[in-house]
């Protein structure tokens, strides 16, 4: 069994993986080899094969937490070609070193381990996104849609109407082309829409709209529906406790949205109140 500790180290989108890659890097080049004995310069060719080796096995295959066969293999196999090429890498070094100083640059070697720890440390970030990315394309590859239910539909639609407020027209366009998304066939107090791109968006692009609906929960729990915005498009509708401290979910006082007849509307202000809508 794998360790969270383990799995950090063999994952090169954890931050604890790209945290030490890039000390370990950038530590190496400020060791100039030729002012080592051939045993310590020795070693330092094995150290520097070894880290060679293991950075490559983690990396080599980004989908995998553990040192499966393969990417065992390809560590090894970066470890070997870097002992069989350290004298040339150390005289390479050396070159390096020399042309710096003759352009002028003091201290060599700490622009080479700063340029070698920059290197690593933006390959860490690159995996790491490309981590992310795919952790969202799975998820939404999860995802499942369907037709906004008539329940959300008309309460969405209540509140976009309930009374005059920029770009509730544009809004009330994309629900009327949204799909809701949805995970599984229990009753969910937040519903979230998928709206095409191509349609026209409201100002601000992000806000929670200033129109809510408020009821109360079979057990007296006052409660309020929000539509929230993202990016000029309804994003999802959630039923929330008025009270900012509650602290439960209200998933489990609920089954059903409420029926627009048991709702009343309110306007939030600028001050930060809100205020009655009449019909």
């Given at each position: 069994?794998?360790?969270?500790?383990?799995?950090?180290?063999?994952?090169?989108?954890s931050?604890?993986?790209?945290?030490?890659?890039?000390?370990?890097?950038?530590?190496?080049?400020?060791?100039?080899?030729?002012?080592?004995?051939?045993?310590?310069?020795?070693?330092?060719?094995?150290?520097?094969?070894?880290?060679?080796?293991?950075?490559?096995?983690?990396?080599?295959?980004?989908?995998?937490?553990t040192?499966?066969?393969?990417?065992?293999?390809?560590?090894?196999?970066?470890?070997?070609?870097?002992?069989?090429?350290?004298?040339?890498?150390?005289?390479?070094?050396?070159?390096?070193?020399?042309?710096?100083?003759?352009?002028?640059?003091?201290?060599?070697?700490?622009?080479?381990?700063?340029?070698?720890?920059?290197?690593?440390?933006?390959?860490?970030?690159?995996?790491?996104?490309?981590?992310?990315?795919?952790?969202?394309?799975?998820v939404?590859?999860?995802?499942?849609?369907?037709?906004?239910?008539?329940?959300?539909?008309?309460?969405?639609?209540?509140?976009?109407?309930?009374?005059?407020?920029?770009?509730?027209?544009?809004?009330?366009?994309?629900?009327?082309?949204?799909?809701?998304?949805?995970?599984?066939?229990?009753?969910?107090?937040?519903?979230?829409?998928?709206?095409?791109?191509?349609?026209?968006?409201?100002?601000?692009?992000?806000?929670?709209?200033?129109?809510?609906?408020?009821y109360?929960?079979?057990n007296?729990?006052?409660?309020?529906?929000?539509?929230?915005?993202?990016?000029g498009?309804?994003d999802?509708?959630?039923?929330?406790?008025?009270?900012?401290?509650?602290?439960?979910?209200?998933?489990?006082?609920?089954?059903?949205?409420?029926?627009?007849?048991?709702?009343?509307?309110?306007?939030?202000?600028?001050?930060?109140?809100t205020?009655p809508?009449?019909?």
């Amino acid at each position: 069994m794998v360790s969270k500790e383990q799995a950090s180290l063999t994952d090169p989108a954890s931050p604890v993986f790209g945290f030490v890659a890039t000390a370990v890097m950038g530590a190496l080049p400020l060791i100039d080899p030729f002012k080592l004995n051939s045993t310590t310069r020795r070693a330092l060719h094995a150290a520097t094969a070894a880290a060679t080796g293991i950075y490559t096995a983690v990396t080599v295959d980004r989908n995998s937490t553990t040192l499966v066969p393969f990417r065992a293999v390809a560590g090894l196999a970066a470890t070997a070609v870097a002992l069989r090429f350290a004298d040339a890498g150390d005289a390479l070094d050396s070159r390096m070193v020399q042309k710096l100083r003759s352009a002028g640059v003091k201290y060599p070697r700490r622009w080479m381990a700063a340029g070698s720890a920059a290197l690593t440390f933006a390959a860490f970030l690159a995996d790491r996104a490309a981590a992310r990315k795919e952790e969202y394309e799975a998820v939404s590859g999860l995802e499942r849609l369907q037709p906004v239910g008539p329940a959300v539909h008309n309460l969405t639609e209540s509140i976009l109407r309930a009374t005059d407020v920029a770009g509730a027209g544009a809004l009330l366009a994309q629900l009327d082309v949204a799909q809701e998304i949805y995970w599984d066939d229990g009753f969910s107090s937040t519903a979230q829409f998928r709206v095409p791109d191509e349609l026209p968006r409201a100002v601000p692009h992000n806000q929670v709209f200033p129109v809510r609906a408020l009821y109360t929960a079979p057990n007296g729990l006052p409660l309020q529906v929000l539509l929230q915005v993202f990016d000029g498009k309804i994003d999802h509708l959630a039923i929330d406790a008025v009270d900012p401290e509650y602290p439960d979910s209200v998933d489990d006082l609920l089954d059903a949205w409420p029926d627009l007849s048991a709702v009343i509307y309110v306007l939030e202000r600028p001050d930060g109140r809100t205020t009655p809508i009449h019909s």
